[in-house]
């Protein structure tokens, strides 16, 4: 199965990252990945990417990630709804004294 995921390449404290489509099985530090469809720059909020790559890659049934999935929701390339992708809380459970 293959991931859209994102890739970090940028230095310390200067996080940029790359969009791309690999294998699941593989680490997001690989260097083996099939194609390159954009990047993502933190600081300053600049998405680019190649929306015909992503929507082909998807349509061809590559999974994105739920970091990604929700970053082209917001940038409209695709459509649909975020996912929650932190994980649920358990509520405290009180003691009960004696």
Known sequence: M??????????KNDPHFRLIVTPHTLKNKTTNYNEILGT??????VFECKADRVKYWLGVGAQASPTVHNLLISKGVIEGKKINNLPRKTPVKKEEKK
């Open 40 to 45: 993502y720059t933190v600081k300053s909020g």
């Open 2 to 11: 293959l991931k859209i995921r994102l890739q970090r390449i940028g230095r």
